[in-house]
């Protein structure tokens, strides 16, 4: 296929041109990277929804004293936003179905050398224990390879994947302990509450961050010329 650039011909079998280094199908890519991005962003616009609206709750739990609490009616206004939180996990599956694949197409498309196998890209989100630790550092590698970085610049991509990692890990964890939690007692349900709350607030940031670093790797690699790290 003819180059969109200079008008050289591509060899089905590499994904950049030989002669101006551009990528093929680079706007097919943006495509799905755009989807991601818009994806992710919904995400976040549901998380933080929830999030602000338990978080209405919280004004007349602190009022309520241990007299005029009610656990029925608290835990029946409550048990909604765990339903919620099964939607989002839905949702957040979809998500990632889609990030899977754009992830997969980055991965071969950003310069090497690679530390592991294409493959990681995908069953390293599903391994147990080894899913706690590989994916964002294939998000990172695949960040600083993907252009020309500074020490500085390097370390700040690695601060936004790991910061996104530890509040997507959090989330997830108050989000189980928030849909098993009590509302049997006045400070049961505030505890609830504020776990909710702060579930809410991680998934919220963890997809805003997320959609950082997809921003960030497909801008650099449907660029005019990605220059490989050394």
């Known amino acids: 296929m ?9 060899p089905t079998e590499v994904n950049r041109c030989p002669a101006c280094g551009a990528w093929a199908r680079r706007r097919d890519f943006r495509a799905v990277g755009v989807a991601v991005f818009m994806l992710l962003g919904f995400d976040a616009f549901v998380a933080l929804g929830s999030g602000i609206s338990l978080l209405r709750m919280a004004h007349p739990l602190r009022q309520a004293t241990h007299g005029t609490y009610d656990a029925e009616a608290t835990g029946q206004a409550i048990a ?19 990030y899977l694949f754009w992830f997969w197409r980055a991965y071969a498309q950003s310069p090497g050398p690679h530390r592991h196998h294409r ?3 995908v069953f390293g989100w599903f391994m147990p224990i080894v899913n706690l630790w590989l994916p964002p550092r294939l998000v990172y590698e ?5 252009g020309r970085y500074r020490t500085t610049e390097r370390q700040a991509a690695g601060a936004v994947v790991a ?8 989330g997830v964890l108050l989000a189980q302990a928030f849909a098993h939690g009590s509302t049997d007692t006045l400070a049961d349900a505030r505890v609830d509450v504020h776990l909710g709350v702060a579930a809410a607030a991680c998934l ?17 690699q449907t660029g005019r010329e990605v220059i490989p790290q050394k």
């Open 2 to 10: 003819p180059c969109a650039l200079c008008g050289d011909i591509i």
């Open 80 to 98: 909604p936003y765990t339903d919620v939180f099964t939607v989002y996990a839905l949702l957040v599956a979809v998500t990632g179905t889609l």
């Open 119 to 121: 493959a990681w890209t």
């Open 142 to 146: 695949v960040w600083v390879n993907s």
């Open 163 to 170: 910061a996104w990692w530890c509040c997507a890990l959090l």
């Open 204 to 220: 919220a940031l963890a997809a805003a961050l997320c959609m950082a670093n997809v921003f960030q790797i497909t801008r650099l």
